[in-house]
């Protein structure tokens, strides 16, 4: 029954900029650790960011320093900052609660994700 919705995606330029927006349904939004995940054609989805309730930020690597997660508990709202884009995070991207040391999905359902496209 909850549902997440992915927004702000779109076609940019390297090193281009874009804000990606979730907003999760769920009155237990302010107790969640919230995470972004990508998916590349042709490879498997992966961890992206998180932030705890709290406001601790966890990134993959390869996107530190570009990438900035922030969150509005009175929206229901986190947020993907993406600078310096590269055609590499060429994705489509999605957010979910995170859970465990990976960082793994809490939800067994996934919304439609936003489309990041990085191309010349």
């Known amino acids: 029954q909850v549902q997440l919705v992915e927004s702000g995606g779109g076609l940019v330029q390297p090193g281009g900029s874009l804000r990606l927006s979730c907003v999760a349904s769920?009155?237990?939004?302010?107790?969640?650790?919230m995470g972004w995940y990508r998916q590349a054609p042709g490879k498997q989805r992966e961890f992206v960011a998180r932030i705890t309730a709290g406001g601790v930020t966890n990134y993959l690597d390869s996107v530190k320093g570009r990438f900035t997660i922030s969150r509005d508990n009175a929206k229901n709202t986190v947020y993907l900052q993406m600078n310096s884009l590269e055609p590499e995070d060429t994705a489509v991207y999605y957010c979910?609660?995170?859970?465990?040391?990976?960082?793994?999905?809490?939800?067994?359902?996934w919304g439609q994700g936003t489309q990041v496209t990085v191309s010349s």
């Open positions: 769920t009155s237990r939004f302010n107790i969640y650790a």
């Open positions: 979910n609660p995170t859970q465990g040391s990976r960082y793994e999905p809490l939800f067994g359902s």
